[in-house]
Nanobody, 115 residues
Framework: QMQLVESGGGLVQPGGSLRLSCAAS????????MGWYRQAPGKQRELVAT???????NYADSVKGRFTISRDNAKNTVYLQMNSLKPEDTAVYYC?????????WGQGTQVTVSS
Protein backbone atom coordinates (compact mmCIF):
# COMPACT_ATOMS: atom_id res chain seq x y z
CA GLN A 1 0.00 0.00 0.00
CA MET A 2 2.63 2.49 1.05
CA GLN A 3 5.12 3.67 -1.50
CA LEU A 4 8.08 5.98 -1.12
CA VAL A 5 9.35 7.38 -4.38
CA GLU A 6 12.91 8.57 -4.03
CA SER A 7 15.02 10.67 -6.33
CA GLY A 8 18.03 12.95 -6.47
CA GLY A 9 20.97 10.66 -6.00
CA GLY A 10 23.98 10.72 -8.23
CA LEU A 11 27.68 11.32 -8.55
CA VAL A 12 29.21 14.54 -7.25
CA GLN A 13 32.69 15.80 -6.49
CA PRO A 14 33.81 16.50 -2.93
CA GLY A 15 32.42 19.82 -1.81
CA GLY A 16 29.45 19.51 -4.10
CA SER A 17 25.77 19.39 -3.32
CA LEU A 18 22.79 17.17 -3.94
CA ARG A 19 19.17 17.32 -2.93
CA LEU A 20 17.28 14.13 -2.30
CA SER A 21 13.53 13.95 -2.29
CA CYS A 22 11.08 11.26 -1.29
CA ALA A 23 7.33 11.39 -1.77
CA ALA A 24 5.13 9.10 0.29
CA SER A 25 1.82 7.77 -0.92
CA UNK A 26 -0.69 5.50 0.73
CA UNK A 27 -2.38 5.38 4.10
CA UNK A 28 -0.58 6.66 7.18
CA UNK A 29 -1.34 8.76 10.20
CA UNK A 30 -0.79 12.48 9.86
CA UNK A 31 1.45 12.50 12.92
CA UNK A 32 4.57 10.78 11.73
CA UNK A 33 8.30 10.90 11.41
CA MET A 34 10.07 11.01 8.09
CA GLY A 35 13.76 10.51 7.80
CA TRP A 36 16.82 9.65 5.84
CA TYR A 37 19.18 6.80 6.55
CA ARG A 38 22.25 5.64 4.72
CA GLN A 39 24.27 2.50 4.36
CA ALA A 40 27.82 2.47 3.06
CA PRO A 41 29.49 -0.70 1.80
CA GLY A 42 30.41 -2.94 4.70
CA LYS A 43 28.70 -0.66 7.20
CA GLN A 44 25.51 -0.74 9.20
CA ARG A 45 22.62 1.43 8.16
CA GLU A 46 22.76 4.67 10.09
CA LEU A 47 20.46 7.54 10.76
CA VAL A 48 21.19 10.71 8.83
CA ALA A 49 18.31 12.97 9.77
CA THR A 50 14.70 12.83 10.87
CA UNK A 51 11.87 15.30 10.95
CA UNK A 52 8.50 14.93 12.64
CA UNK A 53 5.23 16.30 11.35
CA UNK A 54 5.52 19.39 13.50
CA UNK A 55 8.95 20.20 12.14
CA UNK A 56 11.33 19.14 14.89
CA UNK A 57 14.57 17.85 13.39
CA ASN A 58 17.36 15.56 14.42
CA TYR A 59 20.71 15.08 12.70
CA ALA A 60 23.59 12.71 12.97
CA ASP A 61 26.68 14.48 14.24
CA SER A 62 28.54 13.56 11.07
CA VAL A 63 26.20 15.62 8.89
CA LYS A 64 25.20 18.42 11.22
CA GLY A 65 25.84 21.79 9.65
CA ARG A 66 26.12 20.32 6.16
CA PHE A 67 22.79 18.60 5.60
CA THR A 68 19.31 20.02 6.01
CA ILE A 69 16.15 17.96 6.24
CA SER A 70 12.79 19.47 5.44
CA ARG A 71 9.31 18.31 4.62
CA ASP A 72 6.22 19.43 2.81
CA ASN A 73 3.30 17.98 4.72
CA ALA A 74 0.80 18.85 2.00
CA LYS A 75 2.81 16.80 -0.47
CA ASN A 76 3.91 14.12 2.00
CA THR A 77 7.42 14.70 0.79
CA VAL A 78 10.70 14.81 2.65
CA TYR A 79 13.87 16.40 1.34
CA LEU A 80 17.50 16.20 2.22
CA GLN A 81 19.73 19.03 1.07
CA MET A 82 23.32 17.85 1.19
CA ASN A 83 26.08 20.43 0.97
CA SER A 84 29.84 20.21 1.36
CA LEU A 85 29.72 16.56 0.49
CA LYS A 86 32.61 14.34 1.49
CA PRO A 87 33.72 10.96 0.17
CA GLU A 88 32.62 9.53 3.52
CA ASP A 89 29.05 10.46 2.58
CA THR A 90 29.09 7.87 -0.18
CA ALA A 91 26.28 5.44 0.54
CA VAL A 92 22.88 4.25 -0.47
CA TYR A 93 20.39 6.68 1.03
CA TYR A 94 16.98 5.45 2.12
CA CYS A 95 13.95 7.44 3.12
CA UNK A 96 11.59 6.23 5.78
CA UNK A 97 8.20 7.10 7.21
CA UNK A 98 6.88 5.79 10.51
CA UNK A 99 3.66 6.62 12.34
CA UNK A 100 3.48 4.06 15.14
CA UNK A 101 1.39 1.69 13.06
CA UNK A 102 3.80 1.02 10.25
CA UNK A 103 7.25 1.81 8.98
CA UNK A 104 8.00 1.98 5.28
CA TRP A 105 11.22 2.35 3.38
CA GLY A 106 12.11 3.69 0.00
CA GLN A 107 14.07 1.73 -2.53
CA GLY A 108 17.28 3.60 -1.85
CA THR A 109 19.23 5.95 -4.04
CA GLN A 110 22.98 5.88 -4.56
CA VAL A 111 25.02 8.91 -3.59
CA THR A 112 28.65 8.78 -4.66
CA VAL A 113 31.09 11.52 -3.70
CA SER A 114 34.31 11.16 -5.60
CA SER A 115 36.79 13.18 -7.61
Amino acid sequence: QMQLVESGGGLVQPGGSLRLSCAASGSFFSINTMGWYRQAPGKQRELVATIISGGRKNYADSVKGRFTISRDNAKNTVYLQMNSLKPEDTAVYYCNIADGYMSSWGQGTQVTVSS
